[in-house]
């Protein structure tokens, strides 16, 4: 039920394809490839000292991303990819992976590096959020995931961001996350 339920909500959310599009969210998927993008970020900010420790942490974020979703949690869940329309060969989309469908690994390393790329660099929170998003949707778009794959790899990001870099920095987050942080009460004697 929940996968009927998944393979209609992928229909409702990719309604229509052109050709230009295609290329596109190709290209996008492509730079996402195993972390393609975000690492050569890291490997960009260790260029410069003061980024350099932020640039390791994003780094080892996208390792034990990559790691932990791609090499424990896909071959646990083991769920099969979106079954691919036969307009998908007639369309010259790059081919479904071999590999497992849930969590989005795309998706997983996306969310950690924004998340990462956020305490590194806090005033382009809106590019880093913005290329995680088209990333993700790139793979609905493909047709190489399920919706819930997107949020289960979003899931999976979160938490190893949060893990890697110890959770919500006061200097960064409370800007950029809608969540309010708690007020502070002081009590004297």
């Known amino acids: 039920m929940l996968q009927s339920a998944d393979a209609s909500l992928l229909e409702l959310v990719v309604p229509w394809h052109t050709t230009w599009l295609d290329a596109v969210m190709a290209g996008i998927s492509a730079a996402g490839s195993g972390g393609a993008l975000w690492i050569a970020l890291g490997i960009f900010g260790l260029a410069a000292p003061r980024w350099r420790a932020g640039a390791w942490r994003l780094l080892l974020t996208i390792g034990l991303t990559l790691l932990i979703n ?8 083991a769920r099969p990819r979106p079954a691919v329309a036969a307009k998908a060969a007639d369309r010259h989309l790059p081919l479904r992976p071999s590999s497992y469908s849930f969590p989005s690994g795309h998706t997983a390393v996306s969310v950690a590096s924004a998340i990462a790329l956020n305490r590194l660099w806090p005033a382009a929170r809106v590019a880093w959020w913005t290329i995680a998003a088209l990333t993700a949707y790139s793979r609905l778009y493909l047709g190489h995931h399920y919706p819930l794959d997107l949020v289960g790899g979003a899931i999976v990001g979160i938490l190893i961001a949060y893990w890697v870099l110890g ?9 950029t996350l809608p969540l309010p942080l708690p007020a502070r009460t002081i009590v004297r004697p």
């Open 167 to 175: 959770g919500r920095h006061p200097a960064t987050d409370a800007r």
């Open 70 to 77: 791609n090499a424990v949690l896909k071959p646990i869940i």
